[in-house]
Nanobody, 120 residues
């Protein structure tokens, strides 16, 4: 059951930036860890980043460290993924997901994804 909504994807040139947003359609995100995942054509889904419910803990895939930043604004019930220095290999559908048991737990609610294309 899809309960999250992603936005902010689009077409950007290499080296550019995008900010993705994740909100929940029918529940409050603030009590849940939220992760960002991506899936490129012909590849398996991979974890990009995760933030704990209170925002005190974050985690990143090695391939995005130093370029992407995850954050959350619980007052707006939104989780963000700021993506800088984008590369063509970052092209994928990006999904957000939430779970009650931290970033090492299972993610139970997912969004439909937002397309990110990095191309000149």
């Amino acid at each position: 059951q899809l309960q999250l909504v992603e936005s902010g994807g689009g077409l950007v040139q290499p080296g550019g930036s995008l900010r993705l947003s994740c909100t929940a359609s029918d529940f409050t995100l603030e009590h849940y860890a939220v992760g960002w995942f991506r899936q490129a054509p012909g590849k398996e889904r991979e974890g990009v980043s995760c933030i704990s419910a209170r925002g005190g803990s974050t985690d990143y895939g090695d391939f995005v460290k130093g370029r992407f930043t995850i954050s959350r604004d619980n007052a707006k019930d939104t989780v963000y993924l700021q993506m800088n220095s984008l590369k063509p290999e970052d092209t994928a559908i990006y999904y957000c997901a939430s779970g009650p048991n931290g970033c090492r737990g299972d993610f139970r609610s997912w969004g439909q994804g937002t397309q990110v294309t990095v191309s000149s």
